[in-house]
């Protein structure tokens, strides 16, 4: 049986038995566990690897095979509660409740469930750092996974990127040459093609994006076709004189 289907089924049986049901609950993709006495930030950075993934739930109060509950402190409740807003940026989509069961010292409590939606866009948290559940695992990216990630959430493209302080005089002429060909653009002298175009002037991405710049394909395609255009006009021009 999948983590859903006992989740599902943990959370529709009695006080008395919903916190052993989910002590039980293998942790996989979609389903972890973490004590009450977690950090709140800590706490956003699983929420932002279950949303940067296929979403899951979290259950708050029950760790290491026993029931704590939640109730021995609003405040540290409070806080947990807004961690998904106070720590994620943008904050992660998640509902929240509260689900009442029995501390394992017999007294009634209550449970934080946390069900996370996959989300649309990249999240991270307060200081940048992206994660991703892989497994019962969440896992911090690196700048080039991140990327991957941005291009498969469709917030970025690899050809649209542009290269920090690249410009025509950096270019290999004979990449660029075979590159004109394969379009059946005249290749003589395409760098200095490039450098009488304006789009050649390099701006800074627009924000959140702060990756690193460069030349994009469909950009040199772009400047090649314009400047094919403005040489074959030249060249058709009657000469007045």
């Not at 095979?65 to 998640?94: I, W, Y």
């Not at 409740?97 to 307060?126: F, M, W």
Request: charged share 25%; net charge negative; aromatic share 4%.
């Amino acid at each position: 049986m999948s983590s859903t289907r006992e989740l599902g089924h943990a959370l529709r049986l009695p006080t008395d038995e919903v916190g052993d049901a989910l002590n039980a609950i293998p942790e996989d993709q979609w389903f972890d566990r973490k004590s009450f006495r977690i950090a709140p930030r800590e706490l956003a950075n699983v929420m932002i690897g279950l949303a940067n993934a296929d979403g899951g739930t979290l259950i708050v109060g029950v760790h290491d095979g026993k029931v704590e509950g939640t109730d021995s402190s609003d405040s540290h409740r409070n806080e947990l509660m807004q961690a998904h807003v106070e720590f994620c940026l943008p904050p992660v989509p998640a509902r929240l409740e509260l689900l009442a069961c029995r501390h394992s010292n017999g007294e009634k409590d209550q449970l934080l469930v946390i069900e996370i939606r996959p989300g649309e866009t990249v999240y991270a948290n307060v200081r940048d750092d992206v994660f991703l559940r892989i497994g019962d695992e969440n896992r911090r990216l690196t700048y080039a996974q991140r990327q991957e990630l941005l291009y498969d959430r469709g917030q970025g493209s690899y050809e649209s990127r542009l290269v920090e302080g690249a410009s025509p005089e950096t270019l290999d002429n004979e990449l660029l040459g075979g590159y004109a060909t394969a379009l059946d653009i005249p290749s003589r002298d395409v760098c200095c093609r490039l450098a009488a175009s304006p789009l050649t002037t390099l701006s800074p991405l627009p924000a959140p994006c702060s990756s690193p710049r460069i030349l994009s394909a469909s950009y040199l395609s772009h400047s090649f076709a314009c400047c094919t255009t403005a040489e074959t006009s030249a060249e058709q021009e009657p000469d007045s004189s």
